[in-house]
């Protein structure tokens, strides 16, 4: 059985002159101790997704339908303190900005401590303390930073020790929405080592949201790829980056400049997500896609597997390999 299944899932934000549809029926599971890696350019509603699992949405944002089944329950439409409970207990979320989340007042040990003692409020201070010190160590942290305050520590730390609050009450699953984003190649590095670490050694899933691809192909198992609020293709990571078979991930990929000797080659896409108040009609992709026929103007694509494991929401998934030839010389810019 999944871990969690989330099944035509739709988020929307009001906003003062519409809605905005930042998920727009997204399905996909998580299996045990699987890395899935999100990916997808800035606006097109990966946090969104993620906030909306541990229902940590703004007050302007509301699951207008859809389920988001976990562990038997439907986490879309428990109350609030059903929702406390499930949340670091079982799913641990780390937003994307570690200065914003970690409160900047309070010592690491207080906030470790803190957040052990409002779940297992039965827990002895010393077993809070043994078990802050043994997850910084975990994440390569000297438990002697214990008493630092945030503003001590640097920025991949202070994202470390997000990480390692994560790890606190072993849950399941752990939500990380951008871990790497603004990070040296070698916290990056170390990261990505750790994710990986919490699925062999501990046996956690992660959710792994990140704009960068090749971030996600190294650590995930299997990637979903979102654009203007939809999936738009799933599958295998490794199989996603080699062959993609959806034009956007073939975009993705080409516009990578350490995959190409000749900057020929390189794809330029203008990185601007669809307007989600009023989406184009058709295929979320078919202002950008070089590939666009008239079918793809009408109505958004349903999935089809153009190759085992894979889900691609595009009406050309047959033709993919033809048009992966084809993709470093088409244009990609939409003006
Ligand atoms: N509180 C909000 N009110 C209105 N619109 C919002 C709100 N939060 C996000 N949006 C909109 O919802 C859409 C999806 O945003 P979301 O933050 O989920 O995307 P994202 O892929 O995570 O991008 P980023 O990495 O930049 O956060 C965007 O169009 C965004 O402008």
């Not at 009001?14 to 727009?24: E, I, K, L, M």
């Not at 803190?114 to 975990?138: F, K, M, N, Q, W």
């Not at 050309?316 to 390999?321: D, L």
């Amino acid at each position: 059985m999944s871990l969690l299944s989330i099944t035509d899932l739709h988020v929307q934000y009001d906003v003062p002159d519409g809605v905005v549809r930042a998920v727009d029926g997204v399905s996909f599971d998580i299996e045990p101790e699987t890395i899935v890696g999100v990916l997808g350019e800035s606006g097109c509603g990966k946090s969104t997704l993620s906030k909306s699992i541990v229902r940590a949405l703004p007050d302007n944002g509301a699951i207008r339908s859809g389920e988001i089944r976990f562990d038997g329950r439907d986490l879309s439409t428990l109350n609030g303190e059903a929702v406390r409970q499930v949340r670091w207990d079982r799913i641990a979320y780390v937003p994307q900005s570690a200065m914003g989340s970690l409160d900047p007042v309070c010592t690491i040990e207080e906030q470790l401590v803190e957040t052990i003692t409002a779940h297992r409020p039965d827990t002895s201070r010393r077993e809070c303390l043994d078990r802050a010190g043994e997850v910084l160590d975990l994440v390569g942290i000297s438990p002697s930073r214990l008493s630092s305050y945030p503003h001590e520590l640097s920025g991949g730390m202070r994202q470390r020790v997000l990480l390692a609050m994560s790890l606190l009450l072993e849950p399941d699953l752990i939500i990380a929405d951008e871990p790497t984003t603004g990070l040296d190649v070698l916290i990056r590095d170390k990261i990505l080592n750790d994710i990986e670490m919490y699925r062999d050694e501990f046996g956690i899933s992660v959710l792994m949201v990140s704009h960068d691809i090749a971030d996600l192909v190294e650590t995930s198992d299997e990637m979903i790829v979102m654009y203007g609020g939809k999936i738009v293709e799933q599958g295998p990571a490794k199989t996603l980056f080699d062959e993609a078979v959806h034009p956007y991930t073939m975009g993705l990929r080409g516009s990578l400049p350490e995959l190409h000797d000749d900057p020929e080659d390189l794809i330029e896409m203008k990185m601007e997500p669809p307007d989600l108040q009023s989406p184009p009609e058709g295929c979320r992709f078919v202002n950008k896609c070089p590939f666009v026929t008239e079918e793809c103007t009408v109505d958004h694509p349903g999935f089809v597997e153009a190759k085992p494991g894979v889900e691609s929401a595009c009406y050309r998934a047959t033709e993919a390999s033809a048009l992966r030839e084809k993709a470093t010389t088409v244009s990609w810019k939409d003006d």
